[in-house]
Structure formats: structure tokens, C-alpha cells
T-cell receptor, first 113, second 107 residues
Framework: GEEVAQTPKHLVRGEGQKAKLYCAPI?????VFWYQQVLKNEFKFLIS????????ETGMPKERFSAKCLPNSPCSLEIQATKLEDSAVYFC???????????FGPGTRLTVT | KNEVEQSPQNLTAQEGEFITINCSYSVGISALHWLQQHPGGGIVSLFM???GKKKHGRLIATINIQEKHSSLHITASHPRDSAVYIC?????????FGAGTILRVKS
């Protein structure tokens, strides 16, 4: 597709439940990035992929967060045992190559109650 | 000190005014991005630049690599320009974001 697609738009989970978010990058883009926006303007890098390989995962809280990008499937970001502080908007972005601009999806708003 | 500093944090302008938003960074970068986040939350990439100046419509972005500084200018501002403008620097492998500038243009 010509836009980055993210599902679901909104996700509500009780503390301790699992949350799974999906991202379909633009067709032909080989890089996928996940970002977390906790407060209105604070973005944090989580993880990036080059095709199905992890490119950089230095931002991932590894105890509870995991992510995958498998061939012919949307990329996913999974949070096991969600905590209140995981409440945020999670944005996915894709780019054609490392040095090209990133196109952002509409985001998934996760609310942990 | 944050790696990316934006100023001002908040900006209110009258329609038609010339607007400047500044971004300073302290790390080595391969490129700098200017992003616009609408009140509804959607993010649009405005510019990606690694040197000089780029122009798109009423928007102009400049970067000075030696001084580690970039500016985003909006000419003839309009209420529809009201949004959060975010500077993000592209380090070795990821984007590092500034805190954003909340712009409100009044008619």
C-alpha cells in the first residue's frame, strides 16, 4: 500500500494483560521503526527492522516487549504483562532505505487500566 | 541536557506572520527531520535535510551542520498551520526527537 497502516486504532488492556499491535509498512520499504509517544510530545525510539532482521533494538524494554517483522505478514509489537506506564501512542514508520525519509502510520493508542 | 533542544516550546502567532522554530542538537547526525503532528495525532514528514536549505510551499527548512542548528520557517502563516512541530535527528541507527513546538496561529 501507499500508506503505513496500523491496527488497531485503540486498544484497552487491564494491567498485566497482553497487548499486540500491528504495522503494515509501505510496499517496497525495507525499514520499519517503532516509536512510543508517552506524553503529548515525547517520542521514544523502541526498535527498527531491516526487512525481517532486527536493525537496532536499543530502545526496547526487553523484559516485556518483543517485536517481529516476518515475510508476507504485518510487523508486530507485543507487550506481555502490560503496566500502567505502557499507556501511550505507538507509532510505526517505514522507509525505503536507511537514508530515506520515514513515513509514519496513524498510531495505536494503548490504554492500560 | 537533551540531545535535541527545540525553541520556543509554545508559539502563538497572528495570521500572516512569519514564524521561526529553532532546533539545536549535540550529537553527530546523518540527517535532520522536521515533522508536523496535527491536533488529531497524525504525523507528517515535512523535510529531511542533511545540508543547506529546502523549500516546500510556504515552508522553508535550513540546517547548519557546523553549528549543529536547524530552523523551520513558515511564511504567511495560516490557522491551518496550527500543530506541533517536531525536530528529530537521525543518528547512526535511529531518530532522536526534540520535545516539539506547539504552534497556534490565530485568525
Amino acid at each position: 500500500g501507499e500508506e503505513v497502516a496500523q491496527t488497531p486504532k485503540h486498544l484497552v488492556r487491564g494491567e498485566g494483560q497482553k497487548a499486540k499491535l500491528y504495522c503494515a509498512p509501505i510496499k517496497g520499504h525495507s525499514y520499519v521503526f517503532w516509536y512510543q509517544q508517552v506524553l503529548k510530545n515525547e517520542f521514544k525510539f523502541l526498535i527498527s527492522f531491516q526487512n525481517e532482521n532486527v536493525f537496532d533494538e536499543t530502545g526496547m524494554p526487553k523484559e516485556r516487549f518483543s517485536a517481529k517483522c516476518l515475510p508476507n505478514s504485518p510487523c508486530s509489537l507485543e507487550i506481555q504483562a502490560t503496566k500502567l506506564e505502557d499507556s501511550a501512542v505507538y507509532f510505526c514508520a517505514s522507509s525505503r532505505d536507511r537514508s530515506y525519509e520515514q513515513y509514519f502510520g496513524p498510531g495505536t493508542r494503548l490504554t492500560v487500566t | 541536557k537533551n540531545e535535541v533542544e527545540q525553541s520556543p516550546q509554545n508559539l502563538t502567532a497572528q495570521e500572516g506572520e512569519f514564524i521561526t522554530i529553532n532546533c539545536s542538537y549535540s550529537v553527530g547526525i546523518s540527517a535532520l527531520h522536521w515533522l508536523q503532528q496535527h491536533p488529531g495525532g497524525g504525523i507528517v514528514s515535512l523535510f529531511m535535510l542533511s545540508s543547506g536549505k529546502k523549500k516546500h510551499g510556504r515552508l522553508i527548512a535550513t540546517i547548519n551542520i557546523q553549528e549543529k542548528h536547524s530552523s523551520l520557517h513558515i511564511t504567511a502563516s495560516h490557522p491551518r498551520d496550527s500543530a506541533v512541530y517536531i525536530c528529530a535527528v537521525d543518528g547512526l541507527r535511529k531518530l532522536v526527537f526534540g520535545a516539539g513546538t506547539i504552534l497556534r496561529v490565530k485568525s
